[in-house]
């Protein structure tokens, strides 16, 4: 028998209830965003769990391979590109810009990969050929569609609630050339207001999850650690990502776990530019420490959807400087105090759980948690 003694254990995080195993690095794929307008405070809680899981994975010896991309072809991008009198790219280019300089100020660090949609068309080509070769796709007028009943099945969805969030989410299931309302694109032909590249099936664009799929593939191969992004994308988009890549690799599951972050909203209603409602980074910014900001989102389990209120804020930033007080106080209460910091970060990521406990020792454990978390 092999002697382990003064051997470390594998790095494991619990995501979701599911223990993860690693060794020196792990795969995270993040859904970024569709640039078309200024970041609000629903797109920067999903990108702040990222960067904490990411800061957690790195503390606890695994090095995190986030992959964030950019969907930067996509039909609501094309409107308001038109809306600006702009083509699409700059538009997106722009927009961009603006979203990285949103993530600096609010400490969330840049990712290993950040890679946009208009430069993976050749990959959804080949996406789209592999699947149907597999059977899992079927060509009609000119678009490549993936077959998508048992996607709702599996998600537990009845087909009238899976027609309806595919509808929401421009998944066109009204559209005559499809077998079921409930395939999607994988290739859409061209269409006047669009961009469109040359592909086997004549002239078109990627669909929507089949840009994702392409760029998760072709930056990690088979699969992740960990699928992220916003509970809204639960579905139709992240249960179509898995099973396209699932029916293309033949390697299931496609990821190991799921980071759906809770939906942010005000007075009950889920914040979007459609209802009104947005709560502007660069609003809370201005006023805020970017700490307090951060704070208030993950002052929570992360699948917890919660409401915005400026009292919240403020709640946020006496919680923040409690932290640093407890940071600056001089007596060391040892070691136990800061494995149990530690293991409430990696027990899917208990940050209010850690706070309780770092604020109440302080010292080491408070300073660790500071530093782990973004808030310095």
Sequence with gaps: MGESRGIAPPGAVVIGGRRI????????YACGITPYDVTHLGHAATFVWVDVLGRVLRHLGVEPDICRNVTDVDDVLDAAADRAGSRY???????????????????VRVPSYEPRAHSYVRHVVRLAAGLLDAGAAYVRRGSVYFRGRAVADRAGLDHAEAVRLSAEYGGRPDDPAKDDPLDVALWQAAEPGHPAWDSPWGPGRPGWHAECVAMALSVFGLGVDVHAGGADLRFPHHAYHAAMAEAFTGVTPYARAWLHAGTVTVGGTRMAKSAGNLVMLDDLLADHPAGAVRLMILDRPWA?????????????????EDLYRAAGRTTE????AVAETRRRLAGDLDVSGALDVAIDAGGAPARLLATTLGLT
């Design 21 to 28: 195993a690693l060794l020196d690095r792990a795969r995270v």
């Design 89 to 107: 790219d700059t538009f997106a280019a722009i927009q961009q810009f603006e979203f990285q300089r949103d993530m600096a100020a609010l400490n």
């Design 333 to 336: 209460v040892g070691a136990p």
């Design 304 to 320: 917890q959807s919660w409401d915005y209120t400026p009292e919240r804020l403020a709640a946020a930033t006496r919680r923040l």
